[in-house]
């Protein structure tokens, strides 16, 4: 990618229930469980960070949308009070990010899915910069988080999880 520009973003992703019954695995919500995500929606929001990262004057890029740790305190809080609350929120969380990317790339949401890129030296230190560390696995260093080519770029061919991700239909060998 080469040296890049970072451009801080401003995600505001509106509630999607099927985005988060399809993340939930699960055909409907009780209502207590629907007004708690209602209830905690804006306070996710709060901490939803986004970023598009290009090289000077390039229309291609990577964007990235994260919730800040808070977001994950609040989840965990969920979790000990409760195993269906702890589930919904982290549903709800990952609802947010997939939500927040597939506002600023709508084909994440035809194909249920954002390539992850390889980041290079420069995207993994602007990562740094804003206090995410990248691993191999291809995760960085918040549990919510996702991270595609903007605008959308190959599908599994230029995904960093092909080789692992069972959607993937590039031939392993």
Known sequence: MGKINAEKLTPNPEFDLFLYLKVSGVAKVEQHLCDLCETHWDAFKEHLKGYRF???GSKRG??????EPAAEGLVEEAWARSPSEGFALHNLAVSMVMGAAAEAVPE???GACAPLPTPDRDLKRRLERL???WNEAGTVSVQYAV????PY???CAVCHLRASC???DIPRG
Do not use: D, R
């Not at 991270?147 to 903007?150: D, E, R, S, V």
């Open 108 to 110: 994440i949401e035809a």
């Open 62 to 67: 990577v964007v990235i949308f994260f919730l």
């Open 153 to 155: 770029c190959g599908g």
């Open 54 to 56: 290009a090289a000077p």
């Open 131 to 133: 206090g995410l560390v």
């Open 147 to 150: 991270m595609t080519h903007a």
């Open 166 to 168: 069972p959607k993937s």
